[in-house]
């Protein structure tokens, strides 16, 4: 009786607790973040525009073992995945379908991009924006910047794709393809306003101007067959006294030796406020610092991935006995072989301009030494003779692109990567976008002084001629001065031209399997199945 009682009580008790404090269960936040209230002040946006070049540096320039990085460079007439020379990204060609990862991978990327840029776009202009009329023109002019960014690539890589031109707020399963020229179009009229409202007044640290968007502008007419506009766009920064081509020693590293051109990729070197007169935009890091880096402390997946992707794995060579002959140092990093370089990247496409800069031993290493004290062979040469295992060129030693890496490394160099910041636009690219607008044009004159200008920089023992200019050349060029920056598949896709250097350079599986319809990527097949209202045709060949 006692514990019925007891239990009687507490029912009763915690009834009344109920009954009497039903306002305590009525929730009431000191603050929350709405439309309304997210997306209201300059601060605020500028927050999302930060945002916007995080999305870029985060999620094209880094994920978990570098593999955004590598993926738009394996498979090209330029690089492999030597890793996996079966199943490595776009190694195999007969085995991709539309239900390939990568595919889908990109795809939700970009879109990504151009949601948050779709947002701050609508955003600006809402009624509880408190942006001023000139605050809304450059809010404005940076997100359609990086939206058409974002549909470049997919246009590029995919063809024809949905059009989305705003915030999407509500579940939908009606999309329907745009054709390409329609997509490289809309880029067109993002960049143009991009490049009428926005500042022409350079950025020292990585901020989008008129410059940058003049820059994507000129390859967008390009795609349109524009080649007046394309010139013109490519002329507004080649004429703008604040860029010029470096041809002078410069920086942080001055006192080492190298040149001009391993200058350019130095830490401390990559912006214009670092006296970096080259860079039109650059993605920045900032080691140590909170939103600086892929992460809040410093660890292997926080920096940029160049060294990790592109560098060998020299430090696994063993010595003719059979003994470890290496060991990883600061001044190489620790490479992981996740994008090796083709026989004509590194080697073919410098015959004849054995001398030029950007082939000198400070960009492209090519003299390897045993390092290990322990070793008989310490500081001896390593060569191809003397190799312990020949399979060992695969991933272990080939020639080391030297722009993806830098000495003394920040953080512990056994995390292969650096926190310099990275040109994603020079002006030397400019150059070869203007070259090949002239040659749409005709005037191959005009292209080879542009492809010359780069030559002489480099001071190449031959210039071009007139009668050699053709887009093939322009891709050489682009390989001599762009390798490791330059995403190649996005070119080559451009171009129509990913199956035909595949078959000639790619002398790894990937060359003996592309067909021509490989030219253009899949819509994600997961896509297309879920876009139920609306039937979408994938392209031709998947």
């Keep these: 009786m006692k514990t019925i009682y007891h239990l009687l009580l507490a029912v009763v008790a915690s009834a009344g607790l109920v009954s009497c404090s039903t306002d305590l269960l ?25 945002d916007l070049h995080r999305t870029v540096r985060d999620e094209i320039y880094w994920e978990t073992d570098g593999t955004v990085i590598w993926a738009l460079f394996t498979g090209t007439d330029q690089a492999v995945d030597p890793t996996d020379l079966n199943a490595g990204p776009f190694a195999d060609y007969s085995m991709i379908t539309s239900s390939y990862y990568w595919f889908y991978h990109y795809w939700v990327r970009y879109y990504r991009l151009v949601a948050r840029a779709n947002t701050v776009i609508d955003r600006a202009t809402a009624k509880w924006s408190q942006l001023t009329p000139d605050e809304q023109l450059s809010v404005i002019g940076q997100a359609k910047f990086f939206r058409a960014y974002a549909y470049r690539c997919l246009a590029n890589l995919y063809g024809g794709v949905p059009k989305i031109d705003h915030e999407v707020t509500a579940p939908r399963k009606d999309f329907q393809r745009a054709t390409r020229e329609e997509i490289y179009d809309f880029c067109r009229e993002d960049l143009e306003y991009a490049s009428n409202n926005l500042t022409r007044e ?35 920064v080649i004429d703008d006294p604040q860029y010029e081509l470096m041809t002078e020693r410069f ?26 007169k080259e860079t039109i935009w650059a993605l920045q890091y900032e080691f140590g610092v909170p939103g600086g880096q892929n992460g809040n402390i410093p660890t292997w997946n926080a920096g940029y991935p160049g060294e990790r992707a592109w560098g060998p794995r020299y430090w696994t060579l063993l010595d003719p006995t059979g003994a470890a002959g290496t060991l990883a140092c600061d001044s190489l990093g620790r490479g992981a072989s996740y994008v090796r370089p083709t026989y004509y990247a590194s080697t073919a496409v ?5 001398k030029d800069m950007r082939n000198s031993e400070y960009n492209i290493k090519r003299n390897f030494y045993y390092n290990n004290p322990a070793s008989s062979y310490y500081k001896q040469l390593i060569t191809r003779e003397n190799l312990f ?19 003394p490394h920040e953080s512990d160099y056994t995390q292969a990567q650096s926190f310099r910041d990275v040109a994603v636009m020079r002006l030397a690219e400019t150059y070869l976008l203007r070259a090949e607008a002239y040659l749409g044009m005709g005037r191959k004159d005009l292209a080879a002084a542009d492809i010359n200008e780069l030559r002489k920089r480099a001071h190449a023992e031959t210039m071009c001629t007139e009668a050699e200019v053709s887009i093939d050349y322009i891709l050489d060029e682009r390989t001599r001065e762009l390798l490791t920056e330059e995403f190649r598949m996005l070119t080559l896709c451009r171009l129509g031209k990913l199956y035909e250097r595949v078959v000639k350079y790619n002398d790894f599986k990937a060359g003996k399997t592309i067909s021509e319809h490989n030219n253009l990527w899949a819509i994600p097949q997961n896509e297309i199945d879920a876009n139920t209202d609306v039937k979408i045709e994938n392209n031709p060949g998947y």
């Design 389 to 407: 295992n020949e399979a060992d060129t695969i991933m272990a030693f080939y020639p080391y692109i030297m722009k993806v890496t830098d000495y």
């Design 251 to 276: 920086g942080t590293r001055m006192d080492r030796p190298g040149d001009v051109f391993w200058d350019l990729f130095r830490t401390g070197n990559v912006n214009r406020e670092d006296g970096n």
């Design 350 to 354: 410098w015959k004849g301009d054995e």
């Design 202 to 236: 350079a950025d020292g640290r990585g901020g989008i101007t008129a410059g940058v968007a003049d820059h994507l502008l000129s390859e967008i007419y390009i795609c349109l067959g524009r080649w007046q506009d394309a010139v013109n766009a490519a002329t507004r």
């Design 26 to 50: 009525d929730e009431k936040p000191k603050s929350s973040y709405s439309p309304e209230n997210a997306y209201v002040t300059l601060a605020q946006f500028n927050q999302a525009i930060a």
